[in-house]
């Protein structure tokens, strides 16, 4: 019986875990953005993105698993200039997860929202599930130019046409940290030992990144901060990314 | 008079002689493409032999294969390590003479991989080497191959049948191993 109802629970929370070996989340102060997109610059170096080129941006193929969006408020005298970084927000109940036909995308025991480029058949299902539209699609086999392809990380996969891709919250950092943690004989990561690459070339230090599992850790206490708010939260999607509500002075 | 179906099967009797004939030809196909062409056992620019090395000398994996403990790669030994002895030690024989050729010509041996994973996996010999596991357990009796030969499949299910047997920790989450 208690079987049964695991599998149903299973069933109706695909990638059902009671708890969490870590619980990676991340805040983003949107007082502290100034939309410089230096983050969207080191994702692309390390997670080997393709440059698309001019004409596959005019078509909309154009791959940034981070992008900063900009929204215009306001009427002329008043007006204000915000931005947003959108990412993945690897969603507790990922609305992404359900419909793969060959369970590519799962998510895994540390709570991240991963996609196995491997077993990926290219439906794009996914990224019509996608709320947030931040699943990018392989439409050809991209080439890095000549001196290019020296800076090609080799602890991440280089994808080939029809292949879904998206933010892994730099789980190749991850993977090193618990590496060398394992090294030092500790069981777990410290806070502040992962990284993410937008995280790290962030100049305002608008992201902070961490384990939501350990309460003491900064992500932890950036949770709780009022100004906090989740995108898109009333689809039941548990985003994992708080963003931090820009505070204007002259409201 | 009765009617016999014997004529209406001769129609089948040519396709059925060329599947017979295809099939078998597939066999045979396979079974050479397994044992004569197969990439297991390659012949290496100098017949290095482990089992000299290991078994007779007794030299530990580790000696020459130094980063197996460290890094991800376990580190094949460059010319320079190899005439670190071979200056002095069997100098006649050809293979070292051949040796000594490399090492005048300031070039690397071409050694030919044998153990290769695809670029989409992420392994670490250091994880695997430090929990204990012994180099024979993946890559068979090495100290008593002459020409190293590969006994594992290195396939994905090679992989995960160990994870599963050895209950390592998160050993069956995809991204453990793919990247």
Not at chain 2, 47 to 74: E, G, Q, W
């Amino acid at each position: 019986m208690g079987k049964m109802r695991d599998k149903l629970k299973q069933y109706l929370k695909p990638g059902y875990y009671e708890k969490y070996d870590y619980h990676w989340g991340m805040t983003i102060d949107l007082d502290r953005c100034t939309g410089c997109e230096a983050c969207v610059v080191a994702c692309q170096a390390e997670n080997n993105l393709p440059i698309v080129g001019e004409k596959r941006f005019k078509e909309r193929r154009e791959i940034k698993w981070l992008r900063v969006e900009r929204y215009w408020e306001g009427e002329y005298p008043n007006i204000k200039l915000r931005f947003i970084p959108m990412l993945c927000q690897h969603c507790d109940q990922a609305p992404c997860e359900t419909p793969c036909p060959v369970a590519a995308t799962y998510h895994n025991q540390d709570g991240l929202n991963t996609q196995i480029y491997n077993r990926c058949i290219g439906t794009r299902t996914c990224a019509v599930y996608c709320p947030y539209e931040v699943r990018y699609f392989n439409w050809f086999t991209y080439k890095w130019d000549e001196p290019l392809e020296q800076q090609l990380n080799p602890d991440v996969t280089v994808r080939e046409k029809g292949v879904m891709e998206k933010c892994t919250f730099c789980i190749q950092r991850i993977r090193q940290a618990k590496d060398h943690a394992k090294d030092d004989g500790r069981r777990r990561v410290r806070d502040g030992e992962v990284t993410p690459a937008c995280v790290q070339s962030c100049p305002t230090k608008a992201m902070v990144f961490g384990d939501l599992n350990d309460p003491n850790s900064r992500v932890s206490k950036m949770y709780k901060n009022p100004r906090g708010y989740k995108v898109l939260e009333e689809l039941n999607t548990l985003p994992k990314i708080v963003y931090l509500k820009k505070a204007d002075s002259d409201v | 008079m009765s009617i016999s179906v014997r004529d209406a099967l001769g129609t089948f009797k040519k396709p059925a002689v060329i599947s017979i004939i295809g099939l078998i030809g597939f066999i045979i196909g396979y079974v050479i493409d397994v044992t004569v062409f197969s990439d297991a056992s390659p012949v290496q620019p100098i017949n290095f032999s482990h089992r000299m090395h290991v078994s007779k000398n007794s030299i530990p994996c580790l000696h020459c294969h130094v980063y197996a403990d460290k890094t991800p790669s376990a580190g094949v030994p460059g010319v320079s390590k190899c005439m670190g002895c071979h200056k002095v030690i069997a100098t006649e024989h050809p293979e070292i003479q051949k040796l000594a050729t490399y090492w005048e010509k300031r070039e690397p041996i071409p050694w030919i991989k044998v153990h290769d994973v695809p670029d989409f996996v992420y392994f670490t010999h250091k994880r695997h080497v430090l929990a204990g596991l012994a180099c024979q357990e993946c890559h068979g009796p090495v100290e008593n191959m002459d020409r190293v030969t590969r006994v594992s499949s290195l396939k994905m299910p090679w992989c995960v049948d160990c994870h599963t047997k050895k209950q390592v920790e998160n050993g069956r989450d995809c991204w453990t191993c793919h990247k």
